[in-house]
């Protein structure tokens, strides 16, 4: 697969089959997670992967505990506006992703496949993400949806007991992917352009340029 469609085409993928994900295709999406840089070459990250059921029936109700508080803390303000006027563009939006989010909550246990990533010491996330995303373009081109969740947050203590993490080690967790091989079609997620978000030498400096459209298409 070209870079490029990689890149402009993984987005969260929440409605997926339950088909099993091969170990083949496991194996490539760890081995990408790994050749990520790290801070320092420390690689202080540990990657749990889930697909046991017995597993996956533990952490769903607490997942949806998890996205219960996300809904009421964080996009509280967000969805009471959207729910006011249901008919503003900006609302549409956001019901779309609330729709989905919702889905994938809704049937968390359902996920074939799912990736819990671990770092210590660094809260920022510097040395995990870049790692957790090499795990979501690996996936892309193998065909597998993707989806990152950092709702566990809410509900850390318990979700760490369901899988065992040790208390030694000051293990943090950072996110939680859930893979799936897609019931809808690949596509370009629609984002603000991206001269609307940066700039250029200073804080409101004018960027130089305008993308009004992406600069890759499925076409």
């Known amino acids: ?71 009421g803390s964080i996009y509280n303000t967000r969805l009471d506006a959207a729910k006011a006027s249901p008919e503003d563009p900006e609302s549409v939006e956001f019901m779309k992703m609330y729709r989905s989010a919702s889905h994938l909550a809704e049937h968390f246990e359902d996920y074939p496949l799912m990736l819990f990533a671990f770092c210590q010491f660094d809260t920022s996330g510097g040395s995990i993400f870049p790692a957790v995303w090499n795990a979501m373009l690996a996936a892309r081109i193998e065909g597998v949806g993707s989806s990152l969740t950092s709702a566990f947050h809410f ?5 760490k007991k369901v899988l065992g993490v040790p208390e030694e080690g000051n293990w943090i967790f950072s996110a939680c992917v859930t893979f799936g091989y897609p019931t809808g079609r690949w596509g370009v997620a629609p984002r603000r352009p991206a001269h609307e978000v940066s700039f250029r030498n200073s804080w409101d400096g004018a960027l130089g340029f305008e993308i009004p459209e992406p600069l890759w298409s499925m076409d």
């Open 155 to 159: 509900k850390g203590d318990a979700m």
């Open 1 to 71: 697969m070209d870079a490029w469609e990689a890149i402009y085409t993984t987005r969260a993928m929440r409605r997926v089959k339950k088909d099993p994900i091969p170990v083949e295709v496991q194996k490539k999406i760890l081995d990408a997670a790994i050749r990520a840089p790290s801070g320092g070459n420390t690689q202080t990250w540990r990657f749990l992967l889930v697909d046991d059921p017995a597993v996956k029936a533990k952490l769903g109700p607490i997942y949806r505990e998890c996205m219960d508080m996300v809904w």
